[in-house]
C-alpha cells in the first residue's frame, strides 16, 4: 500500500479533490455507487462524499458494496 507523504501540495490536492467529490454528490441523481472497498474512516468519500449523497434528496440509492473478483452479479 502507497504511503501518503503529508506535505502542502498534498493537502492542497486534498483540498480540490474534498471540494470537486461534493459538488459532484450534490449534483448526482438516481443510484450513486461507490467504489469504496477498504476506505478509511477518515477519506474523502466516507467524510464528504458520502455525507453529501445521503442528503442529496435527488438519489434514489447509495450503494458501497463491491463484487469479489469472480463473482458474476
Do not use: H
Not at 474534498?18 to 461507490?34: D, I, M, P, T, V
Not at 476506505?39 to 458501497?64: H, M, Q
Amino acid at each position: 500500500m502507497a504511503t501518503f507523504e503529508a506535505n502542502e501540495e498534498n493537502f492542497k490536492a486534498a483540498n480540490v479533490w474534498k471540494k470537486l467529490s461534493e459538488r459532484y454528490a450534490q449534483g448526482a441523481s438516481g443510484n450513486a455507487y461507490g467504489f469504496v472497498k477498504g476506505s478509511r474512516d477518515g477519506s474523502i468519500f466516507n467524510t464528504v462524499e458520502y455525507p453529501a449523497l445521503k442528503s442529496n434528496p435527488d438519489i434514489t440509492n447509495i450503494f458501497t458494496e463491491l463484487f469479489q473478483k469472480g463473482e458474476n452479479r
